[in-house]
DNA sequence: AGTTCGATATGAGTATTGTTCATGTAAGCA
DNA sequence: TGCTTACATGAACAATACTCATATCGAACT
């Protein structure tokens, strides 16, 4: 009589939505189209009698029935992660080496919470994280020096195995009452006449340079800062522009010390990727790293989005 | 990587084999075949890369592994129930009426404590138990009454609707050391010299008589006693033989105060059904007190098996 | 109003996966 | 050694989840 029919599918599907604010969205994370994810919503309040979203609204509401599925899904789903973690250290052991190395400066923003994370439930797990900043990290890799690489370039290479982690966009930040502070978006032209601010890494390594500077011929002069901070206090005192991850300004924007804006009408988006040795592509405690990093990621990151490219 | 497809119906499934102690059993509770639960725990067994339950064993052992996804079931299951309840709630209301009629003496065992936990999730519904032994309960039924009826049989009629509870054996009943205590089951000749104790109820009511005694032309003589404690006593004190439900007798069976034996090859075995009005079958509180009775027999009475009868 | 754009809905077709049916195999018990 | 009970297996079938292509809807912007 009572026979809904409910499984786990349907609860992560209900918290994608919630999380990432609609369907489409939602759709996105969970790696289905939205005609997917629409039909079993439809089909799930079909089952229960009850709308769960208010479609109208934007970003999507939850109705109240929608909300108590949702207690029910961060209840439940952590209890189930649990154990399937569980069975993973019965399966392969709890114990393991795990070295990590980053090409990118702000990574650490993210890193280190995502390692805490990680820590609680894999004790047995020896992190490090590899200190500088490395030239050619998947050597280190190969080299058995590190274990795990944190990339933006996610090219094929003989014995080595990626998983993508999340998008994100590039915002050009430019000190507040800026003349190009008017416009809703910026174009190459508008980087002409100002110095760009940037971490000490060589152009082709810098997003925008590389995609939207060099391919528009505008060569503007750089200057180069070590931390975030001096970065963003360079833009702010008006000695030129920059462009970091939308996630390592968004506290500053909050306070209005520098303002940000889109590079592009549809902005300009990078990726990052997870690069593990293939013959270690299979070890729990590996793969429940990626796991970690990319939940707790996206839901403490704001404005992220699935990772499209494909290895 | 970590992609294992784990749904609540393996946890479901998993719960049924550890509490019917096999496969089969748990198929029959589940109302699948034996090959599908075989086959679905062989996936699942292969998704997770473990083995969660011990085949050689009888009744069949969980591994570790299963253990430790019986734990999540238990913890997990429950929070899906409530959450449905709630959403049952919201969708009918969380009040009612559930005046209950019982047909068959013994029933009180369990009725009474699973109405008690009911109680606890559903309190806002008033229920009423009705005293005194009915002679055609699904009348009071029709006649609003009452508006659950518990009863053996679930012979079609206009306006009602019948849902299964369970099976159960009907076991002969002797006295410690009597002669008839060496077989392993009875025949219908083995009553003939022996008085039968039953309850105050027409033959055609008693299934001892109607489906075994009667058909093999054996009308022994009959005493009655309204309780099933008296009932025991006069076993025991060698006036004669009963035949009660495996559950009913349990506890005395544990303290050897009377010795308790199948009636044929394949026992005799019983059903329980209750019934309501097809009107009221969509209400939740109604349906989910049925869910509950039922659970909760299973759980707690022995020997119970799976209704098999369709009405 | 009309247009455009982003987001959701829908219907038909396909693919996947769950279930049954009909057997086969292994282990326990007279 | 047969008999019985429980579980496994492979092929056929049924259910259902997903995608593709397209329609609809609503808000924002001329």
Known sequence: ???????????????????????????????????????????????????????AARPAQLTAAGRRLLALAHAALPQV?????????????????????????????????????????????????????QADPIALLLEQQADLVVTSDPTPRGGVTYAPLFGFEMLALLPPGHTLATKKWLLPRDFAEHTLITYPVPEDRL?????????????PPRREAQLTVAILQLVASRRGLAALPAWAVAPYLERGYVVARPIGKHGLWAELHVAVRSADA???????FIDTVRRDSFARLPGLRPAIIQP
């Not at 604010?21 to 994370?29: I, Q, S, V």
């Not at 997003?207 to 060569?219: I, M, W």
């Open 1 to 55: 009589m009572n026979n809904t029919h409910i499984e786990l599918r349907h609860l992560r599907l209900l918290q994608a939505v919630a999380e990432a604010g609609g369907l489409t969205a939602a759709a996105e994370r969970l790696h289905l189209t939205q005609s997917a994810v629409s039909h079993q919503l439809k089909s799930l309040e079909a089952a229960l009698g009850l709308p769960l979203v208010e479609r």
């Open 207 to 219: 997003d925008l340079v590389r995609r939207v500077l060099a391919p528009a011929g505008v060569k």
């Open 81 to 133: 992660d649990a154990a399937l973690r569980d069975l993973a250290k019965l399966k392969d052991g709890d114990a393991g080496e795990l070295r990590i190395a980053v090409e990118c400066h702000t990574c650490y923003d993210w890193l280190m919470p995502a390692m805490d994370s990680y820590r609680d439930v894999w004790p047995g797990v020896e992190l490090d994280l590899l200190g500088g900043f």
């Open 282 to 288: 299979g070890r729990a405690y590996l793969a429940d």
